[in-house]
């Protein structure tokens, strides 16, 4: 079952400006994770938000997680071409075990 | 550079045909894991071991079939594959199996299947 789905599935915008990513899923969850996937390549972690967390940054990264609406968002600030790329956020269905993926977005950057 | 390495990068067989792909991990890591990635559709996780011992099989057909003969390498062999098995398989691998651990992939193996 597909716990993660992320809003939009693609999304096109201009360097410099800012990317917003949904991800929303259907159970109670300990952490969320978000992981970038250049294109042809493995996925890189981004960034993980405990389920008692609301927010969180990293660098240019800015994570909000809402538990009571079962969804997080990524923001990418000062957007760079080089952040063009997939991005999947994927979370432990609440049993601390495996992750499980939503289907992710596609985020182009233009320069 | 991610420290997880997978070989062959790109492979086409054809349905009759056994291969195996490779994974390795110079982490250091337990825990190593299978997953297939198809066009447009979420990453699927295919297998976990930690420790060389099996600890996940999601309901993977039997034409695939995983080999950890230690922490850093992990197999998956191939044999009587159908076209819609074709699609990008990647390798990753954690300190522990929980989900707390960050997991680090591979680049992936691109596979066809005739």
């Known amino acids: 079952s597909q716990q993660g789905e992320e809003d939009p599935q693609a999304l096109s915008i201009q360097e410099g400006e800012n990317a917003t990513m949904n991800c929303s899923y259907k159970?109670?969850?300990?952490?969320l994770q978000w992981y970038r996937q250049n294109s042809g390549r493995g996925l890189v972690h981004l960034i993980l938000?405990?389920?008692?967390?609301r927010e969180k940054h990293s660098g240019r990264l800015r994570v909000t997680l809402d538990t009571s609406k079962k969804s997080s968002s990524l923001l990418i600030t000062a957007s760079r071409a080089a952040d063009t790329a997939s991005y999947f956020c994927a979370t432990d269905e609440g049993n601390g075990n495996k992750l499980v993926f939503g289907a992710g977005t596609i985020l182009r950057v233009k320069s | 550079e991610t420290g997880v390495t997978q070989t062959p990068r790109h492979l086409v067989m054809g349905m009759t045909n056994k291969k195996s792909l490779k994974c390795e991990q110079h982490?250091?890591?337990?825990?190593m894991y299978w997953y297939k990635q198809s066009a447009k559709k979420p990453l699927e996780l295919m297998f976990v071991y930690n420790f060389k011992e099996q600890t996940e099989n999601n309901s993977v057909p039997s034409r695939f079939s995983p080999e950890c003969p230690n922490s850093s390498h992990l197999f998956l062999h191939l044999h009587t594959l159908q076209p819609e098995d074709s699609a990008l398989y990647l390798c990753a691998s954690s300190q522990g199996d929980s989900s707390w651990n960050e997991q680090f992939f591979g680049p992936g193996t691109r596979l066809t299947v005739l």
């Open positions: 159970t109670s969850i300990n952490n």
């Open positions: 938000i405990r389920s008692n967390e």
């Open positions: 982490l250091g890591h337990n825990a």
